[in-house]
C-alpha cells in the first residue's frame, strides 16, 4: 500500500495546481469515455456525506469533479464504480455509522475488483482511524483528508491506474483552494464557506484537531462566488464555518463578518442570507448591528449555548458565563425583533450535576429557542475532557437527555402555536417528500412551511396563511396576490 502521510508546512495550492488537478481530471474522463464506448453504460458513482453543512460542501466539490470527469450519481450502491464516503468524528455514533457502511462493502468489492472504495473526510485526519481502516478494512482503494480534496483527480486517477491501495493525508493544511468545480444539490440555496478551520478548543471537541486552524477565504473570492450564484438564479445562500464570527480576523487587515455581511446584501438576485455557525463569545455588537440593517439575512440565529453552567461552560473552554449568554440573547432579541434563535446542547459533559443541569434547563425556558440541537457528551480521544475521570453515567446522561427534549419539544411547540391564524412569507423550496402537490418552503426564521402550491412557485418568495401547525413544522394555505 502506498502511504503518504503529509506533514510539510504553509503549503500554497496555487492556480496552477488547480490547472494541473483538471489534467488529472481530464484523463479521468478520456478512461471513462474509452470505457463507455466499449460498454455503452455510463459510469456511475454513489457519494454519502455523514457531517455538518461543511462537509456537505465538500461533497458537492467532489460531485463537482466527478460530474466533469464523466460520473452521473446513483443511489444505488451494487451499481458504482466509485463509492466515496465523505466521513465526520464530532460524535461516536457518526465514526461507527461509517466502519458499518465500510464493512458491508466487502463482498460488492470481491464481486467488482474495478469498483474504487474511497474514505474521506475528517475521520480520516485521525492516523489511528487510518491505520485501523488499512488493517481491517483492506478492500478500501483510497484514504484522502480534508486539507487535499482539491487533489481528489489526482488521488482517483492514481487509484484506477493502479492495482494498490492509495493513502494521502496531509497533517496541516495548505493555503485555501479556490476554483474547483462544485455541482450543488440544491438549486434554490446554495452553501458558501466562507472560512475553514477552528481556534476555539472546546474541551470536548475534535473539530479542531482534524480541521486545522483557522483560515479565511478572501472577501472578493466570496462576494465574486455569491454574485455568479445570484446570476445563476439561487436565491438564497447560507454562509458557513465553524466560527462565522471570526471570519476575516487571520487577515488583520480589518474584514469582519459584518463587513462580509454588508456587501452580500448588496448582491442582485439573492433574496435571502443566513449563516452559520456563530459563536457566542465573538458575536459582536456590530453583527447584531449588521443583522438589523441588512435586509437579506435572515431573522434567525443559530447560537449554540452547548451547557447552561457557568461552571461546565468554564470546563468546556467556551469562554462565557451563563449571565453573559442570556444577556447576549437578549440584546438580539431586542436589536432584530421576532428573531428566531436556535442552539446546540451538550448533555453530560464530564462532571456535570443536577444542578449543573438544571441550569441548562433554565437558560432553555429563558432565551425559549425556537428548536435544540441535543448530544449525548461523546468521548472523543485526544480531547482534554475525554481524559476526566468523572465521566457522566449513560443512564443518568439519557435521563437528561430525555428531560431536555420534553421541555424544549414544549417550548418549541408553543412558539409554533403563535403561528396560527399568521400570514408569512416562505421561499418556496420544492416538493414536500411525501406528497406530489404539497410544496415546502421556509420563513425567515427558518420555519419549515408545507402547503398545496405549484411547481412554477419553486424559488419564488410567496406569502401563506398558517392553519395548522405541528412542533417541527407549519401547515398554510397560499394566498395568491
Ligand atoms: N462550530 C460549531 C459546531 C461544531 S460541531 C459550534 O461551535 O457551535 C456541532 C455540535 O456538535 C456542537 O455545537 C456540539 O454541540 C456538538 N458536539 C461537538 N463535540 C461533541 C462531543 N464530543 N459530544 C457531543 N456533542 C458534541
Ligand atoms: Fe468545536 Fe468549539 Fe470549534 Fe465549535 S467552536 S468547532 S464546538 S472547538
Ligand atoms: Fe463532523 Fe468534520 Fe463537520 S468532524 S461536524 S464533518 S467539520
Not at 475521570?389 to 412558539?415: A, G, H, T, W, Y
Not at 415546502?440 to 410567496?462: A, M, N, P, Q, Y
Amino acid at each position: 500500500m502506498s502511504l503518504r502521510i503529509e506533514e510539510r508546512k504553509n503549503i500554497q495550492v496555487s492556480t496552477e495546481e488547480i490547472t494541473r488537478q483538471r489534467q488529472f481530471l481530464e484523463e479521468v474522463k478520456q478512461i471513462n469515455y474509452q470505457k463507455e464506448l466499449k460498454t455503452g453504460r455510463k459510469k456511475l458513482y454513489h457519494l454519502v456525506t455523514f457531517g455538518c453543512q461543511m462537509n456537505e460542501n465538500d461533497s458537492e466539490r467532489l460531485a463537482g469533479f466527478l460530474g466533469e470527469m464523466g460520473y452521473a450519481e446513483t443511489e444505488n450502491i451494487n451499481d458504482s464504480d466509485v463509492i466515496i464516503y465523505n466521513t465526520c468524528c464530532v460524535r461516536e455514533n457518526a465514526e461507527l455509522k461509517v466502519y458499518g457502511h465500510l464493512g458491508a462493502l466487502k463482498h460488492l468489492k470481491e464481486e467488482k475488483p474495478e469498483l474504487i472504495i474511497a474514505v474521506c473526510g475528517c475521520m480520516m485526519q485521525q492516523p489511528e482511524v487510518v491505520e485501523h481502516i488499512r488493517k481491517k478494512y483492506r478492500h478500501v482503494d483510497l484514504i484522502f483528508g480534508t486539507h487535499n480534496l482539491f487533489k481528489f483527480p489526482e488521488l482517483l486517477y492514481t487509484a484506477i491506474s493502479s492495482n494498490s491501495p492509495l493513502v494521502e493525508v496531509w497533517e496541516t493544511a495548505g493555503t485555501i483552494a479556490e476554483g474547483m468545480p462544485i455541482e450543488r444539490k440544491n438549486g434554490v440555496k446554495a452553501w458558501v464557506t466562507i472560512m475553514y478551520g477552528c481556534n476555539n478548543f472546546c474541551s470536548y471537541c475534535i473539530v479542531p484537531y482534524v480541521r486545522g486552524r483557522e483560515r479565511s477565504r478572501s472577501m472578493e473570492d466570496i462576494i465574486n462566488e455569491v454574485r455568479m450564484l445570484g446570476q445563476q438564479g439561487y436565491k438564497e445562500i447560507a454562509l458557513l464555518g465553524q466560527n462565522v464570527n471570526s471570519y476575516g480576523k487571520d487577515m488583520k487587515d480589518g474584514t469582519s463578518f459584518a463587513k462580509l455581511l454588508y456587501e452580500i446584501d448588496k448582491i442582485e438576485g439573492i433574496e435571502r442570507v443566513r449563516f452559520m455557525t456563530s459563536h457566542p463569545k465573538d458575536l459582536s455588537d456590530e453583527l447584531i448591528q449588521a443583522m438589523r440593517d441588512c435586509k437579506k439575512v435572515c431573522r434567525h440565529l443559530h447560537l449554540p449555548v452547548q451547557a447552561g453552567s457557568t461552571k461546565v461552560l468554564k470546563e468546556m473552554n467556551r469562554k462565557y458565563t451563563k449571565e453573559q449568554y442570556l444577556d447576549l440573547a437578549a440584546r438580539i432579541k431586542n436589536a432584530v425583533p421576532g428573531i428566531a434563535l436556535t442552539t446546540d446542547i451538550i448533555v453530560g459533559f464530564p462532571g456535570e450535576t443536577e444542578e449543573d443541569f438544571n441550569d441548562t434547563i433554565d437558560v432553555l425556558e429563558k432565551v425559549r429557542f425556537d428548536s435544540a440541537y441535543t448530544f449525548l457528551y461523546s468521548k472523543r480521544t485526544g480531547t482534554p475532557a475525554a481524559k476526566r475521570e468523572d465521566q457522566v453515567p449513560e443512564e443518568v446522561k439519557k435521563r437528561r437527555f430525555d428531560r431536555l427534549l420534553e421541555v424544549q419539544n414544549r417550548i418549541s411547540r408553543e412558539i409554533n402555536d403563535g403561528y396560527m391564524g399568521k400570514e408569512v412569507e416562505i421561499l418556496v423550496e420544492g416538493l414536500s417528500k411525501n406528497n406530489d402537490e404539497t410544496y415546502t418552503g421556509r420563513t425567515s426564521t427558518d420555519k419549515i412551511v408545507h402547503f398545496k402550491g405549484r411547481e412554477e412557485l419553486i424559488g419564488k418568495l410567496v406569502t401563506v396563511r398558517i392553519e395548522q401547525v405541528q412542533t417541527w413544522s407549519l401547515f398554510g394555505t397560499l394566498i395568491e396576490k
